[in-house]
């Protein structure tokens, strides 16, 4: 089996999913990949900002909360992750249509994922996004457990 040369990953800005990419950022050191963070960020104009004057600029808050989630998730990512190489892409959009089209794009060898610990019936399987990415991805994906807080440190 070749190599990984190119792995991605995803997050929503969870403790969880921030686990998930440390997993990843191991695979990527071990493999001498190249790691790239995707982030989806959902649309001003397609959320409920009922609270928002409606003279608002939705494009100028859409711009403003990918702005944001990019220099977080950046600062974040030189803080944790010094040892791989990082590459981050927040974009608006359906999350797993995102996610594929970024991997697509990428020629990814493998798309890490983690997914959200369930209850009731919903822990049967595992979550929406990671069962769409898995049917739709341009290449393998590898479901992670999401880590505890107290394994990875990282909601302290």
């Known amino acids: ?59 100028l808050v859409d711009s403003e909360l990918l702005e944001y989630a990019r220099s977080t998730l950046e600062s974040w990512a030189d803080r944790h992750l010094k040892k791989t190489k990082v590459n981050v892409v927040v974009q608006h959009g359906v999350i797993d249509e995102v996610i594929c089209q970024v991997a697509r794009e990428l020629d990814a060898d493998v798309l890490v994922v983690g997914t959200h610990e369930r209850h009731g019936l919903d822990r049967i399987g595992i979550g929406s996004v990671a069962r769409r990415l898995m049917r739709e991805a341009p290449c393998p994906v590898l479901v992670v457990k999401p880590p505890t807080e107290a394994t990875t440190g990282v909601g302290a």
């Open 1 to 59: 089996m070749e190599r990984f040369k190119d792995i991605v990953t995803a997050t929503d800005m969870s403790s969880a999913s921030l686990g998930v990419i440390s997993y990843a950022s191991h695979l990527a050191s071990a493999e001498g990949s190249q790691l790239t963070i995707v982030h989806v960020v959902p649309s001003a104009s397609l959320t409920d900002y009922g609270a928002l004057d409606a003279e608002a600029d939705l494009d």
